[in-house]
């Protein structure tokens, strides 16, 4: 079977910062005028009055201490608590594409490669900006690469279940190469509005050039050792945005075209769900967990990774067994785990062995085990 290889990753990181204390300062001043023009009818008990937030909330529920987005006056406008993102001409590249490229570029530098060198384009993220043309197809246009490209959705699963599908193009012969590119803008689709939620996102853009082992001599080179994929439906973390809406007037609008979920249930039903795919496929691997240097983790919540990474390793992970990048990015859906990847795989030395893992609505699990080439 033809090995493949990790050869190079990227990253754009959005200009613009909010930390918690920003954002609470914005929430409480909406929740505050709320409280204040209905107090009538929260006094009557028609209405529920709405609870302030904290960044002491905050940090101990999630992790999370700041968040890079795309537009940061428009979230922090009480009045608008949304980014604020002006639509381009059709002649312009569209926005999420322009963070893909830029993400796309850095993956083939650091894999050595030129957009020549590429034959497919694999834009996976959890929310597209348009239905159609693909938004892989505008990337290979920009980046000028060659073959063709499509998008994916598996929401915070997309970048390891493309990985994957990429790896299995290329055994089969039907690209010398590719690069998975992960545009998210995650705060696009997040209510700011909702105390349990309006911290979990932020805005970044992710790219992983993938080819034959036997062809890639790049510094940064990583062996694909195997992948493992699960998927199971649930509807505890939704988002019922989509082209059908104007066919319902009536719920247009509504607190579920925006991210919702059921928190505990996700944490009680998805921590024990990873651990178990995680030791199975390095069982199957015939890999001890105590082999494994590091885990590179999906990044929507400190404590589910805490937990995780306890599971897998039977003992209490260090910062340096599953690094987190929650403090400084938030929740980047797709993004996460090859932001952690990105920026914690400098230090491994050839034939450490690392497990890259993203998990999310679906509910989804991807597992990518690498092995660092010489």
Not at 43 to 70: D, H, W
Not at 136 to 146: D, N, P
Not at 319 to 348: C, M, Q, R, V
Request: charged fraction near 20%; glycine fraction near 8%.
């Amino acid at each position: 079977m033809t090995d493949i290889a990790i050869s190079g990753t990227g990253l754009f990181t959005p200009p613009n910062q909010i930390s918690n204390a920003e954002l609470v300062e914005a929430f409480n001043a909406f929740v505050a005028r709320f409280n204040a023009e209905n107090a009538a009818e929260i006094a009557s008990g028609n209405v529920e009055a709405l609870q302030p937030s904290s960044t002491e909330f905050i940090l101990k529920a999630s992790g999370i201490a700041n968040r890079y987005v795309m537009n940061k006056s428009g979230i922090l406008d009480p009045e608008i608590m949304a980014p604020r993102i002006a639509e381009r001409p059709n002649e312009q590249i569209s926005v999420l594409a322009e963070m893909g490229v830029a993400a796309a570029r850095e993956a083939l530098t650091q894999a050595g490669r030129e957009a020549g060198d590429i034959d497919c384009v694999v834009c996976a993220a959890s929310n597209m900006q348009r239905a159609y043309p693909a938004m892989a197809c505008e990337i290979q246009a920009e980046l000028g690469t060659k073959g063709f490209g499509f998008d994916m959705n598996v929401a915070c699963s997309s970048a390891t279940f493309g990985i994957q599908v990429a790896a299995d193009m290329i055994r089969a012969g039907n690209a010398r190469a590719a690069i998975v590119v992960n545009p998210e803008i995650c705060s696009g689709h997040l209510n700011f509005r909702d105390r349990d939620s309006h911290f979990i996102f932020g805005d970044a853009a992710t790219a992983i050039v993938l080819e034959r082992a036997d062809r890639s001599d790049s510094a940064h080179k990583f062996d694909v050792v195997g992948t493992r994929l699960f998927t199971q439906f649930s509807n505890n973390i939704r988002n019922n945005f989509g082209f059908l809406n104007r066919c319902a007037p009536e719920g247009i609008g509504a607190k579920d075209k925006l991210f919702v979920q059921e928190g505990r249930k996700v944490f009680r039903e998805v921590v024990p769900a990873v651990a178990e795919l995680i030791l199975e496929h390095l069982a199957e691997l015939m890999i001890a967990p105590d082999h494994i240097k590091r885990m590179w983790l999906h990044q929507a919540n400190l404590n589910m990774n805490v937990l995780v990474s306890r599971k897998v390793m039977g003992r209490e992970p260090t910062p340096e067994d599953a690094p987190t990048i929650l403090d400084e990015y938030a929740n980047t859906s797709s993004a996460g785990s090859i932001i952690a990847f990105h920026k914690n795989k400098s230090d491994f030395e050839t034939g450490d062995l690392g497990l890259i893992c993203s998990f999310g609505a679906g509910y989804s699990v991807g597992n990518v085990v690498v092995r660092k080439a010489a």
